[in-house]
């Protein structure tokens, strides 16, 4: 009897926990599901701006997996692919991944030669190796081939960093994002302080505006991984220097780039507790959540201030331009993304792929992409008077990419191992465990053991 | 046992081959899932492999891998961060679930209940629990150092960040999701426990306390040396916890061996490197292994 129980017990424990453990991946596909409803209603308006395409589908029921980083860009995803389907009849399946598992998977599907994935988006720090490696299908002779038609002179010439290696073009332009400064306007207002113009006055903006009781920080930064060494290297750009020697060989450990990291270092001091150990979401949340008056970073997440859903500070944000070091020629951080094409995938499917290319950076569903939460790469997007009308802030954007640099963290292959060793010990610095100059002759010694 | 063994075996080659015929199916699944993969990376590991090489060459340098491994600090200190690791999580996990396991062995029905509950955590996935505690450890934002805030404790940059609580943040986590396994364990321990030990100790007048230490502990030693080992190579092998919470972080302090191993293979795709980083995991492993079977199995003798 009592055994009966037990078995009883069991058997209920065990079906909640079935229960519970099946949401996991019902939960990850949930997201994918409200797009392919909304289509339909989406497809209607759409269909009015796109110019008729009735002629052919030459492509019609190749089947193309995209894997896609999730950043802001997947919305504008989500909403474009549909249109793309109804317009071709070429299928689109997004893999949504965040940023490592999307670097993880791809490279091994590159190296096994797999080609589980036709089309990804690679980050502007990944051209280099996947150019050098062939991992990407170089796109010149498709831009050759249909110049006329993609009006490639209306593309930023900074955005070509987006997946230009040695001359070729390793991943077409999706989204550029501009290094710009986010603050709220109320709280400088408020403090009396003006929108710092160099490195030195956000220190001192930051300072000012860090309350005692931990009720406000003066500014959002990234500290962990991945995310804190492109934020070191970020820093590093503002202040004029540079973490490769004369001869393009990496050297981190210079007293100059050890200063910057105090630096750094010190801008920490007036952020929230947990920053140190901040990737770029738990940034966002703080700044949106309202705790921090400044948050430099990717000009991507502007819109989203202004939804109430995500959102506590509508209406109270404004953006400016990076501030540099003093004294120095202005220079703005570039980065974003590229769209590249499997080299190991089928001929055809590599051609449905470039249609998916040319159809999403082509000028008109460029502007739909922008509304839809995507990032800029052609001048005429950035200039058009009806989008500058909904988003004031473009042209702060357009002029932070003519003076574009896509290279302060160096495209070249080994580029991985670079950020990986900058990643662990600028965290190690900045929660204690090592000096800046004891940080970055381990990151400079772990960088030269690892290069081929 | 050892007897048993040699018998098997006898009867194992003097027999006509059938016995052979029954046993190959099994044979042969050890020999595709862990023999020979256990040589394929063996093999590797002698070699300078890359991924990343667009040539795929494969040079031969014998122990250099190893060597490179036994001079290299992060593998040194991320040696260093598994044993603490292991130590921490091994021994709270053994007193707690000694404990309730005693505590719980009652047939009644409010430890029956608890008894269930308290296996939910061992069976969700480790990734999610790390997510999960990643959000509650959250300083920011998390509701454990919001009330430690209340009671007066300041964390500083978070239990995950901080260079004293990071480790025992991450035990924590791991101490939660596994001692109800070792719970289970020892309390299918003390239940097949005989009870004429006991009686005879009643009679003899012996406290409660004395016959715990003096009948319940040396009865309860094979599933000590159970759970020991079970836990042991469990801990050595942590990874989805650590992923999905400190990321080896802060700086390198809770860098584990089996987490450095996946940032060389699958981060770098430095394979031969890999291959040897995970050959000396498993050395250490069954050298820990070996000496926890011959301490205990001498004492029982």
């Given at each position: 009897?009592?055994k ?131 991992y990407?299908?170089?796109l ?48 400088l ?9 160099t490195?030195e ?29 492109q ?11 540079t ?64 939804n ?21 020629e ?34 008109e ?9 995507g ?24 002029e ?9 963290r ?43 | ?9 006898r ?29 394929f ?6 070699f ?35 044993l ?51 959000s ?38 791991d ?55 079970l ?41 031969g ?6 050959n ?11 000496l ?10």
């Amino acid at each position: 009897m009592q055994k009966m129980k037990v078995a009883l017990y069991l058997v209920l424990a065990l079906t909640l926990l079935v229960g519970m453990v099946g949401c996991g991946p019902a939960a990850t596909e949930a997201p994918a599901e409200p797009p392919a409803e909304e289509a339909p209603t989406a497809v209607p308006p759409e269909a009015t701006t796109a110019p008729p395409m009735e002629e052919a589908k030459p492509y019609e029921g190749v089947e193309l997996s995209l894997a896609s980083m999730t950043d802001q860009y997947v919305a504008a995803f989500r909403y474009l692919i549909p249109v793309f389907e109804e317009e071709t009849g070429i299928k689109v399946v997004m893999d949504e991944l965040g940023y490592v598992d999307l670097r993880t998977k791809t490279v091994a599907d590159f190296v096994g030669d797999t080609a589980q994935y036709d089309l990804m988006t690679v980050d502007i720090v990944w051209s280099g190796e996947y150019g050098a490696n062939g991992y990407t299908l170089a796109l010149d002779d498709f831009m050759a081939r249909d110049a006329e038609e993609m009006n490639l002179d209306d593309i930023m010439p900074v955005a070509w960093t987006l997946g230009e290696w040695e001359g070729k073009h390793y991943a077409f332009p999706l989204a550029g994002y501009a290094n710009v400064l986010n603050y709220r306007a109320d709280l400088l207002a408020e403090a009396g302080i003006e929108p710092p113009a160099t490195q030195e006055e956000l220190l001192a903006a930051a300072q000012a505006l860090t309350k005692e009781d931990g009720s406000q920080y003066g500014i959002a930064l990234l500290g962990a991984g991945s995310a804190g060494a492109q934020d070191f290297m970020a820093f590093v750009q503002q202040h004029g220097g540079t973490i490769l020697d004369a001869d393009g060989n990496v050297k981190v450990n210079t007293p100059e780039n050890v200063a910057i990291l105090e630096f750094f270092g010190s801008l920490f001091d007036y952020a929230p507790p947990g920053a140190a150990d901040y990737w770029w979401d738990q940034r966002e949340s703080a700044f949106r959540d309202g705790i921090v008056a400044m948050m430099e970073g990717w000009s991507i997440a502007r819109a989203g201030y202004e939804n109430p859903e995500i959102s506590n500070i509508v209406g109270l944000v404004d953006i400016t331009k990076a501030p540099v070091s003093e004294g120095m020629e202005p220079q703005y951080g570039f980065g974003g993304w590229g769209i590249g094409i499997n080299a190991d995938s089928d001929p055809v499917k590599q051609e449905a792929a470039w249609e998916f290319i040319k159809w999403v950076t082509s000028e008109e569903v460029q502007k739909e992409w922008l509304r839809h939460d995507g990032a800029p790469i052609r001048r005429s997007t950035l200039t058009d008077p009806e989008l500058v009308a909904e988003y004031p802030w473009l042209p702060l954007m357009l002029e932070s990419f003519e003076k574009g640099n896509g290279d302060y963290r160096p495209r070249f292959p080994q580029y991985s191992i670079v950020e990986d060793a900058l990643g662990t010990y600028v965290n190690a610095f900045l929660t204690g465990q090592e000096t800046a100059q004891d940080a970055l002759d381990k990151a400079q010694t772990q960088i030269e053991a690892n290069m081929p | 046992m050892t007897q048993s063994f040699t018998k098997t075996m006898r009867r194992f080659i003097t027999n006509d081959g059938s016995y052979l015929l029954l046993a190959l199916p099994l044979l042969i699944f050890v020999v595709v899932i862990a023999i020979y993969p256990l040589f394929f990376s063996f093999r590797i590991s002698l070699f300078d492999y890359r991924l990343t090489d667009p040539n795929q060459t494969q040079t031969f340098v014998g122990f250099g891998n190893y060597l490179r491994a036994f001079t290299d600090e992060v593998i040194t200190n991320s040696v260093k961060a598994t044993l603490v690791y292991v130590a921490g999580t091994v021994v709270v996990e053994i007193l707690l679930g000694l404990g309730m396991a005693l505590l719980l062995s009652a047939e009644t029905r409010i430890a029956q209940i608890i008894r269930s509950f308290l296996l939910i955590p061992m069976a969700l996935p480790p990734l999610v629990v790390g997510l999960v505690w990643k959000s509650l450890y959250n300083v920011d934002f998390g509701i454990i150092p919001y009330y430690l805030a209340q009671l007066g404790i300041d964390l500083g940059r978070g239990p995950l960040s901080e260079l004293h609580l990071a480790m025992p943040s991450i035990i924590l986590v791991d101490v939660w999701e596994w001692t109800p396994l070792v719970m289970i364990l020892f309390l299918a321990g003390i239940k097949s426990l005989p009870t004429e030990p006991y009686e005879a100790a009643t009679v003899d007048g012996a406290s409660r306390l004395q016959s715990f230490w003096y009948l319940t502990l040396p009865l309860l030693k094979p599933t000590f040396l159970v759970v020991l080992l079970l836990r042991t190579m469990q801990s050595f092998k942590v990874f989805d916890t650590i992923y999905a919470t400190t990321a080896g972080g802060p700086g390198t302090l809770t860098t584990v061996l089996n987490y450095q191993i996946y940032k060389v293979g699958l981060t770098f795709f430095d394979m031969g490197y890999a291959a040897a980083l995970a050959n000396i995991l498993l050395v250490i492993v069954a050298i820990l292994s070996i000496l926890y079977i011959m301490v205990l199995e001498r004492q029982q003798l």
